[in-house]
């Protein structure tokens, strides 16, 4: 009996630790849920996160709403789910780039990794290195030669400072010595509009992004930075086939402020991954050039920990600034 008397304050104590997050998991969503993305809209991330939106609706029976803040890199974004109650009512759906900000930037009002929770990787794909119709070259190397004949003459447009994009320009430049000038946008959308009309030469963007621009033959494809070529552009190499040391993988996924109770986390990853390997929403993926996922909490924050230290080494490498 005494045992059980002393016992009753811990036993006590555990249960108000554990039963408010299984009570809100119970019940959540009981409310819309805004999915908030750090580009404007029609770029890749705005195209994943409305196609997750529409599924995550429909399993959680809330809408789902997604609301685009761009600008400063996504750290707008960034930082106002970051700052937001930890209730699974307000989430991020990001991409590498809130890693490479943590050293693309001197002062964040965050921290990535103490601030954030990953909840699930919904779909991942590569970004493809893309020229106007207009610029004179077929491939990547007479890109290279272009470039090195006009040093300083070709710009290249990025979602944004700090975006795959932007980093993925910056490696070009250091793997290769040429000198092209950054323009960054608030999104992929007008920085593939800036191409098309002629204000710069060359973007990096993924495939749901340029897909019908390159079949309308506005752009034209010259590399992938995947580590394998896509089924979608299979006659498009690979940067290290054209014998350039650069990949990077795209991967789209939600996050949520990190005292967000664990039992709300795992709901919405169950969903998420549901979506993800829908038949529907599958095949629109593979169709845009995107792999469906649809991992586990523990996986992406693995994968978290480790592309840290990887983007962190990338930022520093290729000499990359936040206002390049």
Known sequence: MRFWLMAAPRLLLLLALVLPGTLLAQNYPSKPIRL??????????DINARLLAVKLSEYLGQPVIVENRPG??????????????????TLLMATPVVLINMTLYKKLAFDTLRDFVGVAIFSASPNIMVVSA???????RQLLALAR?????LNYSSA?????????????????????VHVPYKGSA?????????????????IPAIRQHVISGRLRPLASTGTKRSELMPEVPTMKES?????????????????????????????????AHAPDISQRLIEQ????????????????????????????SSGAKADE
Do not use: C
Request: glycine content about 12%; proline content about 6%; cysteine-free.
């Open 36 to 45: 908030v993305v750090g580009f404007t809209p029609g770029g890749g991330v």
């Open 72 to 89: 400063a890199g996504t750290n707008i974004a960034n930082e106002y789910v970051a700052k937001s109650a930890a209730d699974g009512y």
């Open 134 to 140: 207009s610029v004179p070259v077929m491939n990547l």
């Open 149 to 153: 004949a006009k040093p300083g003459e």
């Open 160 to 180: 944004g400072s700090g975006s795959t994009q932007h980093l993925s320009g910056a490696l070009l430049r250091a793997r290769t010595g040429i000198d092209m």
């Open 190 to 206: 007008p920085a593939l509009t800036a191409l098309i009309g002629g204000d710069v030469q060359l973007s990096f963007a993924n």
């Open 243 to 275: 014998g350039i040391d650069i990949e990077v993988t795209v991967w789209y996924g939600v996050m949520a402020p990190s005292a967000t109770p664990q039992p709300v986390i795992e709901k919405l990853a169950a969903a998420i991954a549901r979506a």
């Open 289 to 316: 050039g995107a792999e469906p996922v649809g991992n586990t909490p523990e996986e992406f924050a693995r994968i978290l920990r480790a592309e840290s230290v990887t983007w962190a080494d990338a930022v520093r």
